[in-house]
């Protein structure tokens, strides 16, 4: 399975941002799906993970209330809609795939988009 995030950019406090991760070589609806990110100088963060079902999501949160994570199957694509961004949501958000089970942990994801880059500025 192929991930490929897009959807980063800069954008000041308050702004809004959408990212997406478009899904290739596998079975879309067979894996639960999962955001997370990076900021400078830390350890990658769990974000949002969506079933793949697409009918329970989970948040950590710090972005509870401000993204939401949905998947459309007819596109094989995940998005992450990201309103009221703080500065300290900036970071590479990264896109992943492949846990048994609905998880927030990095090593229980098998498949990985490249990062995209996300600036918030105050």
């Known amino acids: 399975v192929q991930l490929q995030a897009s959807g980063g950019g800069l954008v000041q406090a308050g702004g809004s941002l959408r990212l997406s991760c478009a899904a290739s070589?596998?079975?879309?609806?067979?894996?639960?799906m999962g955001w997370f990110r990076q900021a400078p100088g830390k350890e990658r963060e769990f974000v949002a993970a969506?079933?793949?079902?697409?009918?329970?999501?989970y948040y950590a949160d710090s972005v509870k209330g401000r993204f939401t994570i949905s998947r459309v199957y007819a596109k094989n694509t995940m998005y992450l809609q990201m309103n009221s961004l703080k500065p300290e949501d900036t970071a590479v958000y990264f896109c992943?795939?492949?846990?048994?089970?609905?998880?927030?942990?990095?090593?229980?994801?098998?498949?990985w988009g490249q990062g995209t880059l996300v600036t918030v500025s105050s």
């Open positions: 992943a795939a492949g846990a048994a089970y609905l998880s927030t942990m990095t090593n229980n994801y098998v498949y």
């Open positions: 070589g596998g079975t879309f609806n067979s894996y639960h």
């Open positions: 969506i079933r793949r079902s697409g009918g329970y999501t």
